[in-house]
């Protein structure tokens, strides 16, 4: 009897195990990127869907293949339409769950019920990885992808390889795609990281203040050093300053943001900015030298006043121009003063623009190099 059920048990792994439903590798499209461009041409299709997808059999070692990759578009009415408009031109399906990067183009920044749309359906979808590095393009979205092309092609993907590889860098905040949703559904205003075509290669740089889903501005890459200073956000990042006629190169290697907050008759919120750092290149002759710590304390205060005019140049624009609070005085708020952010919450976009934001800079430089 024992023997008997021995031999049903066996028999019975023929039909329970194994994977009946699998696609090998070289079977799929691994999309790695999408861009989205406005189609002023279609009415049913308002979008441009661009597709890029690794060549996977010219990558490693063992490559049979030179080109890299491969990129296609289609005007369609989503995202996950055009897929469906793309099938029957590719040899495989589409696999979604390696998108690394979606760039949405500038036309489309000004249309904010189409943005809204965009970023509802990948929130919607579960084939979507929410970590997705959203990008904007300072034109066509298409245009950077098939730029993107010309450069060595990585298992990641060269755009998303150079958002992880700096995220350190004041360069550019990067962004996902739940940070994004996380930011307008508090405050209405996000930050998300610009990319550039700049001799037929993209460039990611400054970035692009965005308003209830709509365009509000670029920034260039001082502003946007000085909001991840204000963001607590800085870990590694090279200045340039004049000390005494000459170049001083100061290397931040750490940086510390604090706010502190008064209700008085008006909204008080002060920054204190502390770094440190290093002399990375500065030109030395007899009379002022590194070593001499009297020089190190101009040097410094040097610093501190370059730092605290683009800061306060920065916030004022955010106040005045922008009218956009990415630099996070409402969240500060709303988690250590939740009672009063209950009476101004509905108001605050009308109530940023008027408080006032002082800021202070402690620049401490502890290394000056080996030379003398």
């Given at each position: 009897m024992k023997e008997k059920l021995f031999i049903i048990l066996m028999l019975s792994l023929f039909f329970i195990s194994g994977c009946w439903d699998k696609a090998e590798i070289e079977q799929r499209t691994f999309v790695s990127d999408i861009g989205v461009d406005l189609n002023k041409k279609g009415?049913?299709?308002?979008?441009?869907?661009?597709?890029?997808?690794?060549?996977?059999?010219?990558?490693?070692?063992?490559?049979?293949?030179?080109?890299?990759?491969?990129?296609?578009?289609?005007?369609?009415?989503?995202?996950?339409?055009?897929?469906?408009?793309?099938?029957t031109r590719v040899p495989?399906?589409?696999y979604y769950k390696h998108v690394k990067v979606l760039i949405l183009g500038e036309e489309l920044l000004h249309e904010e019920n189409l943005v809204r749309e965009v970023i509802d359906?990948?929130?919607?979808?579960?084939?979507?990885?929410?970590?997705?590095?959203?990008?904007?393009?300072?034109?066509?979205?298409?245009?950077?992808?098939?730029a993107n092309i010309t450069r060595e092609q990585t298992v990641d993907g060269v755009i998303y390889s150079t958002v992880k590889d700096n995220k350190t860098s004041s360069r550019f905040t990067s962004q996902t795609l739940t940070g994004l949703i996380s930011n307008f559904d508090f405050s209405g205003v996000s930050l998300i990281p610009r990319v550039t075509i700049i001799d037929d290669r993209y460039v990611i740089s400054g970035g692009c203040i965005?308003?209830?889903?709509?365009?509000?501005?670029?920034?260039?890459?001082?502003?946007?050093?000085?909001?991840?200073?204000?963001?607590?956000?800085?870990?590694?990042?090279?200045?340039?300053?004049?000390?005494?006629?000459?170049?001083?190169?100061?290397t931040i290697t750490n940086?510390?943001?604090?706010?502190?907050?008064?209700?008085?008759?008006e909204i008080n919120v002060n920054f204190s900015i502390r770094t440190e750092g290093y002399i990375q290149g500065?030109?030395?002759?007899?009379?002022?030298?590194?070593?001499?710590?009297?020089?190190?304390?101009?040097?410094?205060?040097?610093?501190?006043?370059?730092?605290?005019?683009?800061?306060?140049?920065t916030i004022d624009k955010l106040q005045k121009t922008y009218k956009a609070d990415v630099i996070?005085?409402?969240?500060?708020?709303?988690?250590?003063?939740?009672?009063?952010?209950?009476?101004?919450?509905?108001?605050?976009?009308?109530?940023f623009p008027d408080i006032n934001i002082n800021t202070t800079v402690d620049v401490k430089i502890r290394r000056t190099g080996l030379t003398k």
């Open positions: 009415e049913m299709n308002r979008f441009i869907v661009t597709y890029q997808y690794p060549n996977i059999n010219a990558i490693g070692k063992n490559a049979t293949e030179d080109k890299k990759s491969y990129v296609l578009s289609t005007p369609c009415s989503s995202i996950f339409q055009a897929g469906r408009e793309l099938s495989f399906p589409f359906e990948l929130n919607r979808d579960t084939k979507i990885n929410k970590k997705v590095q959203i990008l904007v393009a300072e034109g066509k979205a298409k245009d950077i992808i098939e965005m308003k209830n889903y709509k365009y509000v501005a670029w920034i260039d890459e001082k502003e946007n050093r000085a909001i991840s200073l204000l963001n607590n956000k800085v870990n590694n990042e090279t200045m340039d300053v004049i000390y005494e006629g000459d170049l001083v190169s100061y940086a510390k943001s604090t706010k502190k907050v008064e209700f008085n008759d500065y030109i030395m002759d007899g009379e002022k030298t590194t070593f001499d710590n009297e020089v190190l304390e101009e040097m410094e205060k040097t610093i501190e006043k370059d730092i605290k005019k683009e800061l306060d140049k996070g005085v409402g969240e500060h708020i709303s988690k250590f003063e939740s009672k009063d952010w209950k009476k101004i919450k509905n108001n605050w976009d009308n109530i």
